[in-house]
């Protein structure tokens, strides 16, 4: 599988960006797509996932400003972020999980200036 992530860009505080992740094969057959971010240092963190059933989590610091959706036509998902705060600012990084199997995008840049 493999994952295109684009979407990512400058934004002022307040504003908004609209992540997307194209997959290679048909997202019916994937368990589960994630976004995840990684602000400067080790640790990257689950911002918002949506089943193959259609349910969805998302981070606290997500809830309320960001939504995961997705277009099966397409076989995209997602992710739309609203009121964004300087500490969205990170890496963005589309997910996808397959069986036992992870398979990762190449990630975005998002940075929100104050």
């Known amino acids: 599988v493999q994952l295109q992530a684009s979407g990512g860009g400058l934004v002022q505080a307040g504003g908004s960006l609209r992540l997307s992740c194209a997959a290679s094969t048909m997202i019916v057959n994937i368990n589960d797509m994630a976004w995840y971010r990684q602000a400067p240092g080790p640790q990257r963190e689950l911002v918002a996932a949506i089943r193959s059933g259609g349910n969805t989590n998302y981070a606290d610091s997500a809830k309320g400003r960001f939504t995961i959706s997705r277009d099966i036509a397409k076989n995209t998902v997602y992710l739309q972020m609203n009121s964004l705060k300087p500490e969205d600012t990170a890496v963005y990084y589309c997910?996808?999980?397959?069986?036992?199997?992870?398979?990762w995008g190449q990630g975005t840049q998002v940075t929100v200036s104050s």
């Open positions: 997910a996808a999980s397959v069986g036992l199997l992870d398979y």
